[in-house]
């Protein structure tokens, strides 16, 4: 069997659907996890949210163990965390940082980045979407695409 995919959420994205849709869209958190499930095959996946920083750093290190690869919407702590950035640098499998907004098109305050400089590869601003292409990514990076 496989190693899963893990797929980390951050503060805030439990809302997703109510929050600012404006922004994040009327999709789920709940229904993006149930559709990459059904997108991700035989890759098994361990989809979590957490609102609490040191959760979310040891999910990561988790993950470095018993993963293939770590897809990442950190929410606000990618703009704060260096605990986040440093566990990221550790990790051993690739990261792939998704964000549904574009940071770069918003507030000042988001344009300062703790995952992306540790992170495989970043995507942004295509909504909900952004983590079907994430998981794509992740599982061609991990041999575990269609071939």
Request: glycine share 10%; aromatic share 6%; charged share 20%.
């Amino acid at each position: 069997m496989s190693k899963p995919i893990y797929v980390l959420g951050g503060p805030n994205l439990n809302l997703l659907g109510t929050r600012e849709p404006e922004i994040y869209g009327h999709e789920t958190l709940e229904g993006i996890h149930t559709r990459l499930r059904s997108l991700s095959g035989d890759v098994p996946l361990e989809a979590r949210q957490t609102n609490h920083e040191g959760e979310l750093v040891d999910w990561i290190q988790e993950a470095s163990r018993e993963g293939s690869a770590v897809i990442l919407n950190a929410g606000a702590y990618t703009h704060t965390s260096v605990a986040l950035h440093d566990a990221l640098r550790a990790c051993k499998v690739p990261v792939i940082e998704v964000h549904l907004s574009n940071p770069a098109a918003r507030e000042a305050f988001r344009q300062v980045n703790y995952v992306a400089p540790v992170a495989k590869a970043t995507i942004a601003g295509l909504g909900a979407y952004g983590y079907e292409l994430a998981l794509l990514a992740a599982k061609s990076l991990t041999g575990q695409g269609e071939n």
